[in-house]
């Protein structure tokens, strides 16, 4: 399993990579270029499922007490009651930039499924937001992966979760702001898109506000 998720991971960044690059070339070259613009916006769609898949996969080995994976070891336990398992995908650094990863690629999903309200500034945001998607990945993959393999001995049994998450209102509380903090990543993305192609009047601001408002 662990080789899935990591797969997952880096097949994200590499479509993150592509969506920003072929973005920029498509808002640089303008028009002729739609079909370039347009295989970015999948890419970008495809990043969603490809950071569900291992976002999936790593809640999948807390349930199945797969402690050669040394985050599930450091994060969960035999005991550890099922829906508790959950929060095992946001209790520790790895998990959480995981999962700060898969709610920005669920915004940039939505965003892009909505694009025909304006194909130029939703592309631009679009850039923006695999950039940051972009950062995000760098980290997963290489400073901070969660499918990290345990040496040595496989223990039999974990550290478990967190006595501070193990409260059905603390479980909640970090996705909570997570959907905030990251919600936020698409006004600025909106914001600095309309910035640079110089938008004219405020219909971007009247665009963002449902974005602003669900984020708060």
Same mark, same amino acid.
């Given at each position: 399993?662990?080789?899935?998720?990591?797969?997952?991971?880096?097949?994200?960044?590499?479509?993150?990579?592509?969506?920003?690059?072929?973005?920029?070339?498509?808002?640089?070259?303008?028009?002729?270029?739609?079909?370039?613009?347009?295989?970015?916006?999948?890419?970008?769609?495809?990043?969603?499922?490809?950071?569900?898949?291992?976002?999936?996969?790593?809640?999948?080995?807390?349930?199945?007490?797969?402690?050669?994976?040394?985050?599930?070891?450091?994060?969960?336990? @035999?005991?550890?009651?099922?829906?508790?398992?959950?929060?095992?995908?946001?209790?520790?650094?790895?998990?959480?930039?995981?999962? +700060?990863?898969?709610?920005?690629?669920?915004?940039?999903?939505?965003? @892009?499924?909505?694009?025909?309200?304006?194909? @130029?500034?939703?592309?631009?945001?679009?850039?923006?937001?695999?950039?940051?998607?972009?950062?995000?990945?760098?980290l997963l993959?290489?400073?901070?992966?969660?499918?990290?393999?345990?040496?040595?001995?496989?223990?039999?049994?974990?550290?478990?979760?967190?006595?501070?998450?193990?409260?059905?209102?603390?479980?909640?509380?970090?996705?909570?702001?997570?959907?905030?903090?990251?919600?936020?990543?698409?006004?600025?993305?909106?914001?600095?898109?309309?910035?640079?192609?110089?938008?004219?009047?405020?219909?971007?601001?009247h665009i963002?506000? @449902? +974005?602003?408002?669900?984020? +708060?």
């Open positions: 399993m662990a080789e899935i998720g990591s797969f997952a991971l880096l097949l994200a960044l590499a479509l993150s990579l592509y969506s920003f690059l072929a973005g920029i070339i498509a808002l640089v070259e303008g028009e002729g270029s739609e079909r370039i613009g347009e295989t970015a916006r999948r890419a970008g769609i495809a990043t969603f499922a490809a950071v569900l898949l291992a976002s999936v996969v790593l809640v999948i080995c807390a349930f199945r007490d797969d402690f050669s994976i040394a985050y599930i070891f450091h994060h969960s336990n @035999r005991d550890l009651p099922g829906p508790y398992k959950f929060a095992v995908l946001w209790s520790g650094q790895e998990g959480s930039l995981l999962f +700060w990863s898969l709610l920005l690629a669920a915004y940039g999903f939505v965003l @892009r499924l909505r694009y025909k309200t304006d194909p @130029r500034l939703f592309a631009y945001a679009g850039v923006v937001l695999s950039g940051v998607q972009i950062f995000f990945l760098l993959n290489f400073a901070a992966h969660p499918f990290a393999i345990m040496q040595g001995n496989i223990p039999a049994d974990g550290n478990g979760l967190n006595p501070l998450l193990q409260y059905p209102e603390m479980v909640i509380h970090p996705p909570m702001l997570y959907l905030g903090y990251v919600g936020f990543t698409v006004p600025f993305a909106f914001a600095l898109g309309a910035l640079i192609m110089k938008y004219p009047g405020e219909k971007w601001i963002t506000r @449902r +974005w602003t408002m669900v984020t +708060w």
